[in-house]
């Protein structure tokens, strides 16, 4: 106080009063009594760790401040006191506060050791910087976004925290373990969401080791809280208020996918792990992975690599959409709603890439309402648009089609109207892998007009479907009944292999004359070598023996 703050109230009053006279040689005493004042108005939590002091007061001039503590809620679980605190600064008739909860256990020797958590505006935590703090705060930076305290021995300045002192790191490795323990009971009051992540240690770099006698180390707290995160215990934020343990944790590549396959049904019916959960569902591994390349490690940090595999250090697992796109089962997508259908055709809509991976995939609902996929291994189209002149084919459920946006993906998708090469495809050849009788008649004529509007990279494919089919038309010389058969077993009644055969009259000669009837003159040429290309032969084979 200034010498004119001296008065008789003072030299009367039963409490004591200290008189720190200003008579620094070059500060004048305004200038000092300003330098006191604005400290004073800014002190850091100073009646936190005191339990008999409850409040602090001071007065310049008319300026008056109040620190004050109050315990708002407290209580006891496995020797820790939880109590949510609320300290206030009133001053001039302002009030700034900080809340806090707090947690507090009593080592050995009965000394009591604390660390905070700060809490925001919507009672959630939020992160808070501090030094460490030995009933008042030192100038010991912790790296750690809460608050601790503990009776540590202090160096001469009472600034900092002695290192290579055995008793202050038993203190720090007792607040760690208390930090650990303190996790359970945050999730059970419902504290722990996506937002731990700003406030728990991840980067072990920031931290000194325990052995460095030249600074007081602060790491036990990342191993102990890691630890305990990579524990049995269900501590990690999962939707709707549930936690999930490491084991049933799945963490995605971006929240795009969380959003679709929204639901932890989904994602254990996908992964088949019972009690699955997608994690930090707000929090994308690529958003994380681009902004805080450390946070991500310490979320997955794992190595599918034969040669370098490391399990994710959180997580069961990391999933983007390829990984998820890829565990699709008919049973899965039989399972959804209409609408989820639509939302999911939506995504992939937007993304030409994830539809690659799922064109064999049965993500469509067909007429009978079972899932299907639109081509099957062979990349062949196997499910067709609905038509009333249509028969046979498998086609798109027709609810699905009643929105445009769909009907407008699955066209691009390729799903279309039958065509000539579908039919083949679709109804022809399966015919063939049966043993009912069926009518090859028209077959003949389909093939051939499709070989002739067929494009030359794709006569090769289309001739290897066909050629074994026994569908052609030949006999014998020494037999009138017309039989039908493969192009390679078979032979064209050239003169020349006819004169060759005559020895052997139950030789296989192709019904030419009647091909060449069924199309127009100008086709003939096109004709043959539709015959070349399936095999028919055109000479004889010796066999010496």
Same mark, same amino acid.
């Given at each position: 106080?200034?010498?004119?703050?001296?008065?008789?109230?003072?030299?009367?009053?039963?409490?004591?009063?200290?008189?720190?006279?200003?008579?620094?040689?070059?500060?004048?005493?305004?200038?000092?009594?300003?330098?006191?004042?604005?400290?004073?108005?800014?002190?850091?939590?100073?009646?936190?760790?005191?339990?008999?002091?409850?409040?602090?007061?001071?007065?310049?001039?008319?300026?008056?401040?109040?620190?004050?503590?109050?315990?708002?809620?407290?209580?006891?679980?496995?020797?820790?006191?939880?109590?949510?605190?609320?300290?206030?600064?009133?001053?001039?008739?302002?009030?700034?506060?900080?809340?806090?909860?707090?947690?507090? @256990?009593?080592? %050995?020797?009965?000394? =009591?050791?604390?660390?905070?958590?700060? $809490?925001?505006?919507? /009672?959630? *935590?939020?992160? !808070?910087?501090?030094?460490?703090?030995?009933?008042?705060?030192?100038?010991?930076?912790?790296?750690?976004?809460?608050?601790?305290?503990?009776?540590?021995?202090?160096?001469?300045?009472?600034?900092?925290?002695?290192?290579?002192?055995?008793?202050?790191?038993?203190?720090?490795?007792?607040?760690? @373990?208390?930090? %650990?323990?303190?996790? =359970?009971?945050?999730?059970?009051?419902? $504290?722990?969401?996506? /937002?731990? *992540?700003?406030? !728990?240690?991840?980067?072990?770099?920031?931290?000194?080791?325990?052995?460095?006698?030249?600074?007081?180390?602060?790491?036990?707290?990342?191993?102990?809280?890691?630890?305990?995160?990579?524990?049995?215990?269900?501590?990690?934020?999962?939707?709707?208020?549930?936690?999930?343990?490491?084991?049933?944790?799945?963490? %995605?590549?971006?929240?795009?996918?969380?959003?679709?396959?929204?639901?932890?049904?989904?994602?254990?019916?996908?992964?088949?792990?019972?009690?699955?959960?997608?994690?930090?569902?707000?929090?994308?591994?690529?958003?994380?992975?681009?902004?805080?390349?450390?946070?991500?490690?310490?979320?997955?940090?794992?190595?599918?690599?034969?040669?370098?595999?490391?399990?994710?250090?959180?997580?069961?697992?990391?999933?983007?959409?390829?990984?998820?796109?890829?565990?699709?089962?008919?049973?899965?997508?039989?399972?959804?709603?209409?609408?989820?259908?639509?939302?999911?055709?939506?995504?992939?809509?937007?993304?030409?890439?994830?539809?690659?991976?799922?064109?064999?995939?049965?993500?469509?609902?067909?007429?009978?309402?079972?899932?299907?996929?639109?081509?099957?291994?062979?990349?062949?189209?196997?499910?067709?648009?609905?038509?009333?002149?249509?028969?046979?084919?498998?086609?798109?459920?027709?609810?699905?089609?009643?929105?445009?946006?769909?009907?407008?993906?699955?066209?691009?998708?390729?799903?279309?109207?039958?065509?000539?090469?579908?039919?083949?495809?679709?109804?022809?050849?399966?015919?063939?892998?049966?043993?009912?009788?069926?009518?090859?008649?028209?077959?003949?004529?389909?093939?051939?007009?499709?070989?002739?509007?067929?494009?030359?990279?794709?006569?090769?494919?289309?001739?290897?479907?066909?050629?074994?089919?026994?569908?052609?038309?030949?006999?014998?010389?020494?037999?009138?009944?017309?039989?039908?058969?493969?192009?390679?077993?078979?032979?064209?009644?050239?003169?020349?292999?006819?004169?060759?055969?005559?020895?052997?009259?139950?030789?296989?000669?192709?019904?030419?004359?009647?091909?060449?009837?069924?199309?127009?003159?100008?086709?003939?040429?096109?004709?043959?070598?539709?015959?070349?290309?399936?095999?028919?032969?055109?000479?004889?084979?010796?066999?010496?023996?």
């Amino acid at each position: 106080m200034l010498n004119a703050d001296l008065d008789e109230r003072w030299k009367s009053s039963s409490e004591t009063a200290f008189f720190f006279p200003f008579d620094h040689k070059t500060k004048e005493p305004q200038e000092s009594y300003d330098e006191i004042l604005e400290k004073l108005k800014a002190l850091e939590f100073p009646v936190l760790f005191l339990s008999n002091l409850q409040s602090l007061s001071f007065e310049a001039g008319e300026l008056t401040g109040k620190y004050t503590k109050d315990a708002e809620r407290t209580l006891e679980r496995d020797g820790i006191t939880i109590q949510w605190l609320k300290l206030a600064l009133k001053m001039d008739g302002k009030i700034t506060t900080q809340c806090l909860v707090m947690f507090t @256990q009593n080592n %050995a020797s009965g000394h =009591p050791y604390s660390i905070g958590y700060a $809490l925001g505006e919507k /009672g959630n *935590l939020v992160p !808070i910087d501090r030094p460490a703090f030995c009933f008042f705060p030192t100038k010991e930076t912790t790296g750690l976004n809460f608050i601790l305290h503990a009776p540590f021995l202090l160096t001469d300045s009472r600034e900092g925290i002695k290192a290579g002192e055995k008793y202050n790191q038993e203190l720090v490795e007792e607040l760690a @373990q208390l930090t %650990a323990d303190s996790l =359970p009971i945050l999730r059970d009051e419902k $504290l722990i969401d996506d /937002g731990i *992540l700003d406030i !728990i240690p991840y980067d072990k770099t920031q931290f000194s080791g325990v052995e460095d006698r030249r600074k007081i180390s602060f790491m036990p707290f990342f191993s102990a809280i890691k630890d305990k995160l990579q524990s049995k215990e269900a501590l990690l934020p999962a939707a709707n208020g549930e936690y999930s343990s490491k084991s049933h944790s799945y963490w %995605a590549s971006d929240t795009d996918l969380v959003e679709l396959f929204t639901t932890d049904q989904q994602l254990a019916q996908l992964t088949r792990a019972e009690g699955a959960h997608w994690v930090f569902r707000s929090r994308g591994k690529k958003e994380v992975l681009n902004t805080n390349r450390k946070l991500a490690d310490y979320i997955d940090g794992g190595d599918t690599r034969r040669w370098n595999f490391r399990e994710p250090n959180l997580v069961a697992s990391s999933l983007a959409p390829e990984d998820i796109l890829k565990k699709i089962t008919a049973d899965f997508i039989a399972a959804q709603t209409q609408e989820w259908l639509h939302e999911f055709y939506g995504y992939l809509s937007e993304r030409a890439s994830y539809q690659k991976v799922v064109r064999d995939k049965p993500i469509f609902l067909d007429q009978e309402g079972n899932a299907v996929p639109a081509f099957d291994n062979n990349d062949q189209l196997i499910l067709f648009l609905p038509d009333d002149d249509i028969d046979g084919y498998t086609t798109v459920n027709k609810e699905l089609l009643s929105k445009e946006a769909t009907l407008e993906f699955i066209e691009k998708f390729g799903v279309k109207k039958p065509s000539l090469r579908d039919e083949i495809y679709n109804k022809i050849l399966p015919s063939y892998d049966t043993d009912e009788g069926i009518d090859t008649s028209p077959h003949f004529m389909k093939f051939f007009r499709y070989f002739k509007e067929c494009s030359n990279e794709k006569v090769a494919e289309f001739i290897g479907l066909i050629e074994n089919l026994e569908f052609l038309k030949y006999k014998a010389a020494n037999n009138e009944v017309v039989y039908r058969g493969q192009a390679p077993r078979i032979y064209l009644p050239t003169s020349e292999l006819l004169e060759w055969f005559a020895p052997k009259p139950d030789t296989n000669f192709l019904l030419l004359a009647e091909y060449r009837d069924l199309i127009d003159a100008s086709d003939h040429a096109t004709l043959m070598l539709f015959f070349k290309d399936l095999g028919i032969r055109k000479g004889s084979r010796c066999v010496f023996s």
